[in-house]
């Protein structure tokens, strides 16, 4: 990453995220569902550092970039007699995402941080996380 003044920062991100899927539901309906999906994201973030004055500091922040998600899904349809369905999934597009947490610096170059990401896929794919990180500025 790189900061501009005090309060302002970009940096890029490469993740890789895998999600193990168990079931769904659709118009009130779930069904047995088993799973993955993996996704690998590039990202340009952008964030607003809040600094109190204090050694922990919080942060919000956006980003955008690309992915490409890959997955394979096998579930019942609960017919008579049940049909069973194998899917293969690859799909590509741009993703979005919303960061806040909060920080505190243990040098002039590392931060230790707490933060909770919301990731927008497309309207039927979002994603929760929160994580521990640790960053260096240059």
């Known amino acids: 990453g790189f900061r501009f003044y005090p309060f302002l920062r970009i940096e890029t991100e490469l993740t890789f995220r895998k999600n193990q899927l168990d079931k769904i539901t659709v118009l009130d309906e779930t069904v047995d569902f088993s799973g993955s999906l993996s996704t690998k994201s590039y990202m340009a973030n952008l964030y607003l550092d809040l600094n109190c004055g204090f050694c922990f500091f ?25 049909v069973i369905y194998h899917v ?41 996380c929160l994580g521990l990180a640790l960053k260096t500025y240059f």
């Open 58 to 82: 919080p942060y919000v922040g956006v980003g955008a970039g690309y992915r490409r998600s890959d997955g394979s899904y096998t579930f019942d349809v609960p017919t008579n007699p049940p």
């Open 88 to 128: 293969e999934v690859e799909e590509k597009g741009l993703i979005y995402q919303g960061i806040a947490g909060i920080s505190c610096s243990i040098s002039e170059i590392w931060d230790v941080s707490l933060e909770g990401r919301y990731v927008y896929l497309d309207e039927n794919e979002r994603n929760y």
